[in-house]
């Protein structure tokens, strides 16, 4: 009896214990970010989300555990001949995630494997098909080409390819020194351009300056002009006013005003021969006694009792019978 016991009681334990296997079998965690692929029997039938998931033991296994987060790969560097036969070192990195598990699990063997070989082919592709100063001026074109040839590719396989970057593009050491020399040829030609263009403007506004001057000075001289001939009018107006009031006192038979008028123009026009710089000695007429009666007529004028003329009147600068002529004789000025 007690053999019997015994036999169940490890029975029991041995049936416990497979049932806790088969539990422990059954329950599958699943972390967040991932997916788990089931197979019953080698055949897909569903697919397990993050959590805590149950399947049945011995007949379901799980196939692949997909990585549901973006991943990046990174291209490793290679060569790459461009349009104009130019060899260049190109390396990137292509950003994935993978949106169908089912897809990267089933559709293709070695997801990463087959990414990375399909982004390096198509780097190939699309840069060798640029020129090489397109293909280092333009690498935002590039990455964008990338992206849409590299997921058009990769859709099949449930993959969304987020982006492409090319990190780095290098060219031969020879063409690296052309190129110095080219950018330097284009750095003097720019500054010889912004000198001549410097040079031509300080040109343009030194004649317009000079413009300005010259337009200024003829308005000046313009200005001067009319003063003069304004000075000259009124001057002359004088003069004809001064020769109407003379001739008005010789109508009037005022002898004194006509010799005032006489001994003035007379004085004046001594006076301008007198200081003229080339002339040391001055020969003086026989009428030049003349002035003498002139100033004396002058001084008549300022005479209260001076008699008042009366019929003709004597000759300008005559002399009294009784005096002596003039004996002409060199005068230094």
């Given at each position: 009896m007690d053999m019997v016991i015994g036999s169940f009681s490890g029975f029991v334990i041995a049936v416990l214990v497979l049932a806790m296997?088969?539990?422990?079998?059954?329950?599958?965690?699943?972390?967040?970010?991932?997916?788990?692929?089931?197979?019953?029997?080698?055949?897909?039938?569903?697919?397990?989300?993050?959590?805590?998931?149950?399947?049945?033991?011995?007949?379901?296994?799980?196939?692949?555990?997909?990585?549901?987060?973006?991943?990046?790969?990174?291209?490793?560097?290679?060569?790459?001949?461009?349009?104009?036969?130019?060899?260049?070192?190109?390396?990137?990195?292509?950003?994935?995630?993978?949106?169908?598990?089912?897809?990267?699990?089933?559709?293709?063997?070695?997801?990463?494997?087959?990414?990375?070989?399909?982004?390096?082919?198509?780097?190939?592709?699309?840069?060798?098909s640029m020129d090489l100063d397109e293909l280092l001026s333009q690498r935002d074109k590039i990455n964008a080409q990338l992206l849409m040839v590299i997921d058009e590719a990769t859709t099949p396989w449930g993959v969304k390819v987020t982006r492409v970057e090319i990190k780095d593009i290098t060219p031969p050491k020879d063409l690296v020194d052309a190129m110095a020399r080219q950018m330097k040829a284009e750095r003097d030609k720019r500054a010889e351009v912004l000198m001549a263009e410097g040079e031509k403007q300080a040109a343009i506004l030194r004649a317009e300056g000079e413009k300005q001057s010259t337009i200024l000075e003829a308005e000046g001289r313009r200005e001067a002009a009319f003063r003069d001939?304004?000075?000259?009018?009124?001057?002359?107006?004088?003069?004809?006013?001064?020769?109407?009031?003379?001739?008005?006192?010789?109508?009037?038979?005022?002898?004194?005003?006509?010799?005032?008028?006489?001994?003035?123009?007379?004085?004046?026009?001594l006076e301008r021969i007198a200081s003229a710089e080339n002339q040391k000695i001055i020969m003086m007429p026989l009428e030049a006694s003349g002035l003498i009666g002139s100033v004396g007529g002058i001084a008549e004028l300022f005479r209260p009792d001076a008699p008042k003329p009366s019929g003709v009147a004597a000759p300008v600068g005559a002399r009294p019978a009784a005096e002596p002529p003039a004996q002409p004789g060199p005068w230094e000025g």
């Open positions: 296997v088969i539990v422990l079998l059954g329950v599958k965690l699943v972390p967040q970010g991932w997916e788990f692929t089931v197979e019953r029997f080698g055949r897909y039938t569903r697919t397990l989300r993050p959590g805590l998931r149950v399947i049945m033991p011995v007949i379901d296994r799980i196939g692949a555990r997909m990585n549901m987060m973006e991943q990046v790969i990174d291209v490793p560097t290679q060569e790459v001949i461009t349009k104009d036969n130019a060899m260049v070192t190109v390396d990137g990195v292509v950003f994935f995630q993978v949106i169908d598990p089912v897809k990267a699990a089933y559709e293709v063997n070695q997801l990463e494997r087959a990414m990375l070989n399909m982004a390096m082919t198509n780097i190939r592709t699309v840069m060798g001939a304004e000075a000259r009018e009124r001057e002359a107006e004088a003069e004809a006013k001064a020769t109407d009031m003379v001739s008005r006192a010789i109508a009037q038979g005022d002898v004194k005003a006509v010799n005032y008028f006489v001994a003035l123009k007379y004085t004046e026009a």
